[in-house]
């Protein structure tokens, strides 16, 4: 089966350093979603590309967090400069179309000390 | 505004036993229906979907859910519950025009031998 494919599933580091999360949909899928998910806050959606250009990214904050898709392949969400509080499990979605059901990655556990 | 509520934070039952977890949503047209799964350390896995049609809907592992636009809910069921299941299970909704996947809060299940 197809998977959307999370990199680095854990990942442990200081405030203050740049913290780059990976993901590459599913070939052929053309809507990629970023969530963020804690236990205070459930999931929320970070931000949202059709066909690699950002249509979505209200949820995010905007003066250290950035996601792009360099490549059809590839999407990254960055941090920087990491704070404690963006401690959380980071997941990637991607699906054929909007409104179409999105498919899961195993996400990124960050934990900033 | 557009939500969806799951009453249920935690649910106990019995292996074996019947099950259903409840979801209601506020749309003004009928929304795009999901449930999905998440197992520990995982990211979330769709059990099944209402797009249009048969209100009641099957999805994997035997779980289904019925649609009734006169309650506003989606409910989940299963008629006999597997060690298996216990997991969090997430309702969400995408309505057509919006980009956002509005979540539940999620429904933990607990399965008793």
């Known amino acids: 089966d197809a998977r959307v494919t999370q990199t680095p599933r854990h990942k442990v580091t200081e405030m203050g350093q740049e913290v780059t999360m990976r993901c590459q949909p599913i070939?052929?899928?053309?809507?990629v979603f970023w969530y963020r998910q804690t236990m205070m806050q459930g999931l929320e959606l970070l931000a949202y590309?059709?066909?690699?250009?950002?249509?979505?990214d209200s949820g995010m904050p905007k003066d250290r967090f950035s996601a792009e898709m360099p490549d059809a392949t590839l999407a990254t969400l960055k941090i920087q400069p990491s704070e404690p509080r963006d401690s959380a499990v980071y997941f990637c979605?991607?699906?054929?179309?909007?409104?179409?059901?999105?498919?899961f990655g195993d996400g990124t556990r960050l934990s900033i000390l | 505004a557009q939500s969806v509520t799951q009453p249920d934070i935690h649910i106990t039952v019995s292996e074996g036993a019947s099950l259903e977890l409840r979801c209601n949503y506020s749309y003004g047209a009928t929304p795009y229906l999901f449930w999905y799964v998440q197992s520990p350390g995982q990211g979330l896995q769709l059990l099944l979907k209402y797009f249009s049609g048969d209100t009641l809907v099957q999805g994997i592992k035997g779980f289904e859910a019925e649609f009734k636009r006169s309650q506003s809910s989606f409910n989940l069921r299963k008629p006999s519950v597997h060690w298996s299941d216990a997991a969090e299970y997430f309702c969400t909704a995408f309505s057509g025009g919006y980009n956002k996947l509005i979540f539940g809060a999620g429904t933990r299940l607990a399965v008793h031998p």
């Open positions: 590309f059709r066909n690699r250009a950002p249509l979505d």
């Open positions: 979605a991607s699906g054929e179309l909007t409104g179409q059901p999105q498919h």
């Open positions: 070939l052929g899928h053309n809507t």
